[in-house]
């Protein structure tokens, strides 16, 4: 297994699927998912050109940021509001906000850190009880409320689609996140930056850049299979 053939490989598979449906390659940012990853293989990627690397454990992330600071790390998984001191400093996006008060404590650390973090609002596409993520009328009611949180800037929606090989429910799910940021586009306010769009992963990303994915996080197809959850 070679990384940097890997990434060279994603990174043709979504210009390829990009221009399928007339999208420019570079509108799609590719975030390489390097949670349980030794920082050795990280820093292989990093030297072949990815900056952008998504972690799912707060103190695993403050583990790995010092070892490659000049990295883009980003918070792909649930996260519990007593763990966001531990990535407030330095954090470039937090991708599951799925309720209030996760976001009230996150603008909190951030303005003990002097900054505004940036973050999307995680949408419970699939309907399954076992995801996190709000509704759409959860969702609009933070973003209508959003100077509650004056520390954070949202630039968007992330969502996951169901494990399934069904190409029409998959991109429904992944279709319906993006009608939802169209529909709350409308909101204006300068900490609305509503354009990203965080969905599709190694097994569904062609699906989810056809639906108008900006983002997706690939792990196994970058770093081989992870040896543990």
Same mark, same amino acid.
């Given at each position: ?79 519990? !509001? ?7 400093? %330095?954090?470039? @996006?937090? /991708? ?6 996760? $976001? ?70 992944? !279709? ?7 529909? %709350?586009?409308? @909101?204006? /306010? ?6 990203? $769009? ?32």
């Amino acid at each position: 297994m070679s990384i940097p053939t890997n990434l060279s490989t994603i990174q043709q598979q979504i210009a390829q699927y990009a221009q399928a449906v007339e999208r420019p390659a570079g509108a799609v940012q590719l975030i390489a998912v390097s949670k349980t990853k030794p920082i050795e293989l990280i820093q292989q990627a990093y030297e072949a050109g990815q900056l952008d690397f998504g972690e799912n454990r707060p103190q695993e992330l403050k583990e790995k940021y010092p070892l490659l600071p000049d990295a883009r790390w980003h918070m792909i998984g649930h996260l519990q !509001r007593n763990k966001v001191k531990y990535i407030a400093p %330095f954090v470039h @996006l937090i /991708h599951a906000v799925d309720t209030p008060r996760l $976001l009230e404590e996150i603008s909190k650390q951030a303005a003990k850190n002097d900054r505004v973090i940036d973050c999307l609002l995680q949408l419970n596409i699939s309907d399954e009880a076992a995801k996190s993520g709000l509704d759409e009328t959860g969702a609009r009611v933070i973003l209508e409320d959003i100077d509650t949180y004056p520390h954070v800037r949202i630039l968007g929606l992330m969502g996951m689609a169901a494990l399934s090989q069904d190409e029409q429910l998959v991109r429904s799910q992944f !279709r319906r996140l993006r009608l939802a940021m169209e529909d %709350f586009q409308s @909101l204006s /306010h300068p900490r609305l930056q509503l354009e990203t $769009l965080s969905m599709g992963m190694s097994g569904d990303f062609e699906w989810a850049i056809a639906e108008g994915a900006t983002m997706v996080r690939i792990g196994s197809a970058v770093f081989g299979k992870r040896l543990r959850v």
